[in-house]
């Protein structure tokens, strides 16, 4: 879950994420009474409730200069009403998970929170945060509990879930016993060469080159298409991730700043990655431009960090998933008055880690 990052969201953007997370048929057959829009569990979203933030919804647009959609039609209902039921649906749902779990949310942490926010939005401006609630027709009650209270229940349900998943020493230590060569970095080595279409330009090159010519004019007159650096110039070559013949001189006996004689390029590496382009062979000219520098394999300590920031995105996801399967069981026990049930296709949930 990201932070908060304006309680200008709080009526603007409502919460996108409910939006997609509250679709879906509800269980059962359950009789939703006709002041009730749905019913979460034993909790429910009433009629007034909803009136209540549409108006909110409303008294935002225009303080923003937005144009709203008419009352009674579709794109009303879907701009305007669905998304507010949405909300209120999945701030119950919320609300359920985190009585499951066992979490509460104080209301001291609640006025932290806000304090938090109006510092982060208004910077600590009391008078400004003051005439934002004057300008949205809003209550401190209502941005407690339409923005803060949900967001810091869903955080510490985040907390919690991904807290059953946390990463120790002992899995960090197995991960890199089973992936050392992950690890390893191989020996690389410094060169200038050329990739020549022919063997007779190969040959030109190498002579200019011996004969005190210069790397880059040559690369440029003789290498290949595309040319420098691509087929010719400076490259530093790294064991096992280079061309065959290429890799065996280079890595070889070749000495630094040595010309190598013509290196035919192998027939494989010509078809998968040269054709046409040779005429009929194709040949490197290489000297290196310093020693070959070995390679090295992380120790446990040195890949500690990496590691355990792989397996903590791999945690997040296990844990998101679980809120996933929470949240589906919350869908079960939610049962909608069809005057306001959502549309049958709705995109799949992404948690608590969309947040605002």
């Known amino acids: ?22 679709g879906g048929s509800s269980g059962g057959s359950t009789s939703v009474p006709d002041n009730v829009v749905a019913l979460v569990g034993d909790q429910q979203v009433t009629v007034d409730q909803l009136d209540q933030q549409i108006q909110l919804r409303l008294n935002a647009a225009k303080a923003d200069g937005q144009t709203m959609p008419t009352p009674g039609s579709a794109d009303y209902r879907t701009q305007v009403v669905q998304p507010v039921v949405d909300t209120l649906v999945f701030n119950l749902q ?24 109006i510092q982060q939005t208004f910077k600590g401006d009391q008078s400004k945060y003051q005439a934002y609630l004057k300008k949205y027709n809003l209550t401190e009650d209502e941005v407690i509990s339409l923005l803060i209270r949900p967001h810091l229940l869903q955080q510490k349900i ?3 879930l991904t807290g059953q998943f946390k990463v120790t020493d002992q899995q960090i230590s197995d991960y890199y016993n089973q992936h050392k060569t992950d690890f390893v970095t191989p020996d690389s080595r410094a060169v200038k060469f050329v990739l020549a279409g022919n063997k007779d330009d190969a040959q030109a090159a190498r002579d200019e080159i011996t004969s005190g010519g210069d790397w ?4 440029k007159k003789y290498a290949i298409a595309p040319g420098p650096p691509s087929t010719g110039g400076d490259f530093t070559a790294t064991k096992g991730s280079v061309e065959q013949n290429f890799g065996n001189a280079v890595f070889g006996e070749l000495g630094t700043g040595d010309v190598s004689d013509l290196i035919p390029v192998s ?6 990655s040269l054709a046409g382009k040779c005429k009929p062979q194709c040949y490197f000219v290489v000297q290196p431009k310093e020693g070959i520098q070995k390679g ?7 890949a500690k960090a990496q590691i355990s920031s792989q397996l903590s995105q791999q945690s997040q996801q296990k844990a998101l998933a679980k809120f996933t399967s929470l949240l589906n069981a919350q869908k079960k026990l939610t049962h909608y008055n069809t005057k306001y049930a959502p549309p049958k296709t709705q995109s799949p949930s992404t948690g608590p880690t969309s947040g605002q």
């Open 1 to 22: 879950m990201t932070r908060f990052r304006s309680l200008i969201l709080l009526l603007v953007a409502t919460l996108a994420l409910a939006a997609s997370a509250c």
């Open 94 to 117: 919320v609300e359920a998970i985190a009585k499951k779990l066992g979490i509460t949310v104080s209301d001291d942490e609640l006025h932290k929170a806000l304090d938090s926010a």
């Open 158 to 160: 985040e907390t919690q």
């Open 216 to 219: 880059d004019k040559v690369a």
């Open 267 to 272: 027939k494989a590496y010509m078809q998968s």
């Open 296 to 302: 090295h394999t992380q120790t446990l300590d040195e």
